[in-house]
């Protein structure tokens, strides 16, 4: 069956790196876009970035554009998210999870959600 599992989070200083991965089983990432959003308490979900399956296209929130990116290694059928010049706002859960292959934030499966804490 499907399954994600997201790992890589952690407790990390303002401007600091962190990378999240995702890793998926059940299903190729040749299939499937890939979506990461975030959950902080309080908060609605907020999707944070998107890849396509068929042309690899990224999308991001305006939140994240140039901070974070978003990649895919199709041989370890692993999705990252790399975080760069994090904000004490980039708190939350963030999960990874299937999309449609446009990214339209229609989300079928996700994993269980790593938690990113950024405070000094």
């Known amino acids: 069956q499907v399954q994600l599992v997201e790992s890589g989070g952690g407790l990390v200083q303002p401007g600091g790196s962190l990378r999240l991965s995702c890793a998926a089983s059940?299903?190729?990432?040749?299939?499937?876009?890939i979506a990461w959003f975030r959950q902080a308490p309080g908060k609605e979900r907020e999707g944070v970035s998107c890849i396509s399956s068929n042309d690899g296209s990224t999308y991001y929130a305006d939140s994240v554009k140039g901070r974070f990116t978003i990649s895919r290694d199709n041989a370890k059928n692993t999705v990252y998210l790399q975080m760069n010049s994090l904000k004490t706002e980039d708190t939350a859960v963030y999960y990874c999870a299937t999309d449609t292959p446009l990214c339209e934030a229609k989300y079928d499966s996700w994993g269980q959600g790593t938690q990113v804490t950024v405070s000094s």
């Open positions: 059940g299903f190729s990432l040749e299939s499937s876009a």
